[in-house]
């Protein structure tokens, strides 16, 4: 088959590979209905990550089961199905915890920004639908996979609960997912942090009440304006660079709360600082399993639509030049139909 495969910084090929296979008994193989290009791709397509030479890229997936391994017991072949980036097995202690994403099996999934692809540990990371879902919701059911998954997971570890006062670092695909999430919880208040006009009409379309163009200290200084002085319940960090941390642990209010889930590129922490900050702080890839059931939920009865955060969709041959609109900005998030 055809499929995505990134050589190094800017080079990513449509190209032939081998067809993914049953390698272990708990694998499954599914088709995909459709997949996109996530923003922690551009970390090694921009020269900022290491990579090993040629990659199969995609992490991000939907898709018709069409073959399970002989382990396999709860999705069989037809069933539509959506997994998380991160692969758990959903029996170990700290998946009991829900947190899947330090599963003692924990696996990363690759290749997905193909036609076909091998999903290991099926049975613990597969959630199946009742039914094959229409064409309309193939995207909002993808979205649930990571971006939104992500998104509800930094407003969960931020705390965010009915009446919260929030704020939002960061306005890409995760980001604007952090502004539904929150919403979704009951937040009074969501104060996204964007400077561009089209985001910030989508995180106010998410819920966003207020928006701050400013960044740095102007910026928090206006989240202080906004909250008495006093300074948010819960901010989301979904950026990964040190202004974005800094900003999100200055915004915030002493015993309330941070969520980070932008991947750490650099970021330090000084102890007395944070010892005499007094904040809470919760991070790390998303737990994204733990809230797949009830966000596909959320999008089979049509109360979220998180699929509106793709604002490009092209067929997967044209993958690189979604990459490239990503990379200059020119698109939030691209969708891949396959
Ligand atoms: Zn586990």
Request: charge should be neutral; proline fraction near 5%.
């Amino acid at each position: 088959m055809l499929a995505t495969v990134m050589y190094g910084p800017g080079d990513v090929r449509f190209e032939n590979v081998d067809d993914p296979m049953i390698i272990k008994p708990s694998d499954a193989i599914i088709k995909l209905s459709a997949t996109c290009i996530c923003g922690s791709d551009l970390w090694p397509y921009r020269g900022l990550q290491a990579s090993r030479g040629p990659a199969h890229m995609g992490h991000e997936y939907c898709g018709v089961v069409v073959e399970v391994g002989s382990e396999v017991r709860t999705v069989r072949p037809g069933q539509f199905v959506v997994g998380s980036f991160c692969l758990s097995d959903n029996t170990c202690p700290h998946c009991a915890y829900g947190f899947h994403s330090s599963c003692v099996q924990r696996e990363f999934m690759t290749g997905a920004q193909a036609p076909y692809a091998r999903v290991p540990l099926a049975d613990g990371t597969l959630v199946a639908t009742a039914e094959v879902p229409g064409k309309d919701l193939i995207p909002h059911l993808l979205a649930t996979s990571d971006v939104l998954g992500t998104g509800w997971y930094a407003a969960d570890a931020a705390g965010v609960r009915e009446g919260s006062t929030v704020v939002v670092v960061g306005d890409g695909a995760v980001g604007l997912m952090g502004v539904l999430s929150a919403k979704q919880m009951g937040a009074e208040r969501i104060i996204a942090m964007s400077r561009h006009k089209d985001r910030q009409a989508l995180a106010k379309d998410f819920g966003a009440t207020d928006i701050i163009a400013e960044r740095g200290a102007e910026g928090v200084a206006r989240i202080k304006d906004l909250t008495r002085g006093v300074g948010a319940d819960s901010v989301l960090e979904c950026v990964g660079t040190q202004e974005a941390m800094s900003q999100a642990i200055d915004c915030c209010r002493p015993g309330g709360s941070i969520g980070y889930v932008g991947v750490p590129h650099g970021v330090t922490f000084d102890g007395y600082a944070m010892f005499s900050a007094q904040r809470r702080m919760l991070g790390g890839p998303a737990p994204v399993r733990r809230f797949l059931p009830d966000l596909m939920n959320r999008v089979l009865s049509g109360k979220i639509e998180p699929g509106k955060v793709f604002d490009l969709s092209l067929p997967i041959e044209k993958v690189a030049e979604g990459y490239k609109a990503m990379d200059e900005r020119r698109a939030i998030k691209t969708l891949l139909t396959v």
